[in-house]
């Protein structure tokens, strides 16, 4: 079968499931991060340089894909990221996250392939990488300029 629309190759939303709503959207916000006005008491849009963070209670986020709430594993297999300048904006960055209640995982160290990268994780146990990547310089946008 031959597809008949191409299937862009773009991340527009990332949902995290979180156990407490309002803990979740006070975290985010202490980072800096800033509540959309397409916002309800439902469900939390926080817009970023290239698409957009939703915030939605863990059962609920889990029945709308029709997938059983079960315990949560120690690793989920998904990692977010922001790539950041310098390592220096790399460090800013871990002390303001621990600032707003993370919990630092890996403090940023030089990473073996020429970058400076560390992990912290959200109320919810979500990953962030927070990293500086000298071989991907950023647009004017601040979008990743990645080699096609």
């Known amino acids: 079968m031959t597809a008949t629309k191409e299937f862009p190759a773009r991340l527009s939303i990332v949902t995290l499931g979180v156990s407490d709503l309002d803990r979740?959207?006070?975290?985010?916000e202490a980072l800096g991060w800033h509540r959309s006005a397409a916002s309800s008491p439902e469900i939390v849009w926080f817009r970023t340089a290239d698409s957009v963070l939703g915030l939605y209670p863990h059962e609920?986020?889990?029945?709308?894909?029709?997938v059983p709430s079960v315990g949560e594993p120690a690793f989920r297999g998904v990692t977010l990221a922001v790539n950041l300048e310098s390592p220096a904006l790399?460090?800013?960055a871990?002390?303001?996250?621990v600032a707003a209640g993370?919990?630092?995982v890996k403090p940023p160290v030089p990473t073996s392939w020429g970058g400076y990268s560390g992990y912290?994780?959200?109320p919810d146990g979500h990953l962030w990488e927070l990293a500086h990547?000298?071989?991907?310089?950023?647009t004017e946008d601040g979008s990743l300029d990645l080699p096609h």
Not at 60 to 66: K, M
Not at 94 to 97: C, D, L, R, S, V
Not at 133 to 138: G, I, K, T, V
Request: hydrophobic share 50%.
């Open 24 to 28: 979740s959207t006070r975290f985010y």
């Open 60 to 66: 609920e986020l889990a029945a709308d894909a029709g």
């Open 90 to 92: 790399v460090d800013a």
């Open 94 to 97: 871990m002390e303001t996250a």
């Open 102 to 104: 993370a919990g630092v």
């Open 120 to 122: 912290f994780e959200d």
């Open 133 to 138: 990547n000298p071989f991907f310089p950023f």
